[in-house]
C-alpha cells in the first residue's frame, strides 16, 4: 500500500491493470493504493512507486501532534469549577 497524489494513483492503475484503491472496510481511502503483485516482483518499478509516494509525503505539511490529557489534569479541571 502507498499513500500517491490523484494523478500517480491514476498513472498506477493505468500501467498495472491489478492496481486498486486501498478500502478498508468497503471505505476507500482517497491516497492510498495497493500495489499488484507484478510491482513487488520488479524491483525497478518497486523503487519507482516508492519514490514517487516518499516524493508525495515528504511534500505534506507535517501534522501538529495533539496533547493528551492526563488523568490528573481532568481531576484538576473538575475541582477549580
Not at 472496510?25 to 518497486?46: C, F, H, K, T
Not at 490528573?72 to 469549577?81: F, L, Q, V
Amino acid at each position: 500500500m502507498l499513500r500517491l497524489k490523484e494523478d500517480d494513483q491514476q498513472k498506477l492503475y493505468a500501467e498495472h491493470d491489478e492496481a486498486a484503491p486501498f478500502t478498508p472496510n468497503g471505505r476507500q481511502m482517497r491516497e492510498y493504493a495497493i500495489l499488484p503483485p507484478s510491482v513487488y516482483d520488479d524491483e525497478m518499478e518497486l523503487r519507482k512507486w516508492l519514490d514517487i509516494s516518499y516524493a508525495y509525503v515528504s511534500s505534506l505539511p507535517k501534522k501538529e501532534k495533539k496533547e493528551k490529557k492526563s488523568k490528573d489534569s481532568k481531576k484538576t479541571k473538575k475541582t477549580e469549577d
